[in-house]
């Protein structure tokens, strides 16, 4: 399985962006899927997950409210809509599959990793 983050990009504060990630080789429609983030010098951060069908999903706190995580089953692409941008949102963003259906914030819980995409928000 190969994970294709994009989306990344500059936007000022108070913006929006949409992060997508899409699986390659092995599809990875039945498990469950979730986006981090990392900034230098800071351990990976859990942003987002959501379930195999969409029907569970869960945020960080300091983002919740603000993003929204999605999935097409059909595009074998999970979506992470970001609005009202802050500064402290600026890091690598990464998109991961989980080893089951289910999806967490625990790294070790998934399986395979995106390269990232960098969002940086100006203030």
């Known amino acids: 399985v190969q994970l294709q983050a994009s989306g990344g990009g500059l936007v000022q504060a108070g913006g929006s962006l949409r992060l997508s990630c899409v699986s390659s080789?092995?599809?990875?429609?039945?498990?469950?899927v979730g986006w981090f983030r990392q900034v230098p010098g800071k351990e990976r951060e859990f942003v987002s997950s959501?379930?195999?069908?969409?029907?569970?999903?869960s945020y960080a706190d300091s983002v919740k409210g603000r993003f929204t995580i999605s999935r097409d089953r059909v595009k074998n692409t999970v979506y992470l809509q970001m609005n009202s941008l802050q500064p402290e949102d600026t890091a690598v963003y990464y998109c991961?599959?989980?080893?089951?259906?289910?999806?967490?914030?625990?790294?070790?819980?998934?399986?395979?990793w995106g390269q990232g995409t960098l969002v940086t928000v100006s203030s």
């Open positions: 991961a599959s989980a080893r089951s259906s289910t999806a967490s914030v625990a790294p070790s819980s998934y399986r395979y």
């Open positions: 959501i379930s195999w069908n969409g029907g569970s999903t």
């Open positions: 080789g092995r599809t990875f429609s039945n498990n469950g």
